[in-house]
């Protein structure tokens, strides 16, 4: 059984959007999984879910209570908490992969940093931890974000998720962005989420 956990310091960055992405092409591929949301205030990947009920989700109050269902499944994937908390911390030290995904701004990427800083002077394990850069306008924002992450010593997805429309349509629609109907982006999704499925 794996754990993959999306956590971020701020909302708005992607959290929500890979995990359903990652929850639904498990599914497809026949893996038990059970897609977390520990945000039971959006409950976002809930309420998601909902639309076309394929993917296995349930909401959390407390993810001490994530744990016991571990041995039901193959893959658990968690939407974490808007905000870090303590409960960023049990997450952490549970998954075997961390997800903070990020936007390119300073605005962004600093804050970012220094969440995974605090993870891993708590003692989650550095190798655990990763970077998705998302909501990228331009290739050169991709680069020269990836840079800056570069410098910073922690892992990086060499693949990233460009800021669509046709994105957010394909969700409103209860789909992943791996289903979106343009072809090109819907090959980039599914890059992404395809090197995600390398860890399990």
């Known amino acids: 059984m794996t754990i993959i956990a999306f956590i971020s310091q701020k909302g708005g960055v992607g959290k929500s959007t890979l995990s359903q992405a990652l929850a639904t092409e498990a599914t497809k591929k026949k893996l038990k999984i059970l897609l977390a949301d520990c945000d039971p205030q959006q409950a976002s990947s809930y309420q998601w879910s909902q639309i076309k009920k394929r993917v296995n989700c349930q909401v959390f109050q407390q993810v001490k209570d994530i744990w016991p269902l571990s041995r039901n499944y193959d893959l658990i ?4 908490p808007a905000r870090t908390s303590q409960a960023t911390k049990e997450i952490a ?3 075997d992969l961390i ?4 936007g390119a701004s300073r605005l962004d990427l600093v804050p970012a940093v220094k969440e995974f800083h ?7 394990n550095k190798k ?4 998705i850069l998302t909501r990228l306008a331009t290739k050169a924002e991709a680069e020269a974000s990836q840079q800056y992450l570069k410098v910073s010593g922690y892992h990086y997805s060499p693949l990233v998720l460009y800021e669509k429309a046709s994105y957010r349509q394909t969700q409103n629609e209860g789909k992943s962005i791996t289903e979106t109907r343009y072809k090109n982006l819907q090959k980039q999704a599914q890059q992404l989420i395809n090197n995600l499925l390398s860890y399990l």
């Open 77 to 80: 994937i968690i939407d974490g």
């Open 99 to 102: 997800i903070q995904p990020t």
């Open 93 to 95: 030290e549970k998954a």
């Open 118 to 124: 605090a993870l891993k002077e708590a003692g989650v």
């Open 128 to 131: 655990k931890l990763l970077f």
